[in-house]
Structure formats: C-alpha cells, structure tokens
C-alpha cells in the first residue's frame, strides 16, 4: 500500500521543541527526494524544508532556517522534521512527501502551537 504516515505532533510553549517523523511504504523511498510541508485553515500547503535523495542536500524555506533540521533513513524508509525554538507562528498541519511522487498525502499531524 502506498503511504505516508505522519506522527509527532504535539502541544508545545513558545521556545520548545517538536520532532515530527514520517513512515512510509509502497514506493522505493531512496528514488525522492523527501518535502516537508505545512498549512493553516484557510491558507495554501506551504514548503517548509526538503532534502535530496542522497541525504546530502537540504533546503530550508522561510522562517525553518537555523530552526528547523531535516533527515532521511533510507533504511527504514522514514524521514523526520526536528523543529526547535518554536513559536505560535509554527502552528499547522504538517506533512511530508516524496517530491514528483504522485500518491496520496497523508493525513498530517499537528502541532498544536505554543500557548
């Protein structure tokens, strides 16, 4: 079956941390590239960071830069998100998925926002 499942989210206060992890199946994992995401009610799915298929290359979007690191386990098919220094403006539904795959996305998982 192909998937993407997302985990990790949470209630967090202003300064803390979040680790957001994704699993995957039913594609070959080390092929993509692998995209994090984010969205708010009413507004677009915005990047927020991505890394290259060799697990060398990242890219960091907007305000994830210096906060936010990215990694990949090909052998477990898995990627993650580390988030740290986190503000209410982090608050979303965050994502990840395979750049050019065309599957499904996955349900998201939420960070709950600093209080």
């Known amino acids: 079956q192909v998937q993407v499942v997302e985990s990790g989210g949470g209630l967090v206060q202003p300064g803390g941390s979040l680790k957001l992890s994704c699993r995957t199946s039913g594609f070959i994992f080390n092929n993509y590239a692998m995209a994090w995401y984010r969205q708010v009610p009413g507004k677009e799915r915005e990047l927020v960071a991505w890394i290259g298929y060799n697990g060398r290359d990242t890219v960091y979007v907007g305000s994830a830069k210096g906060r936010f690191t990215i990694s990949r386990d090909d052998g477990k098919n898995t990627a993650a998100l580390q988030m740290n220094n986190l503000t209410p403006d982090d608050t979303a539904v965050y994502y990840c998925?395979?750049?050019?795959?065309?599957?499904?996305w996955g349900q998201g998982t939420q960070d709950h926002g600093s209080l």
């Open positions: 998925y395979p750049l050019g795959a065309a599957i499904p």
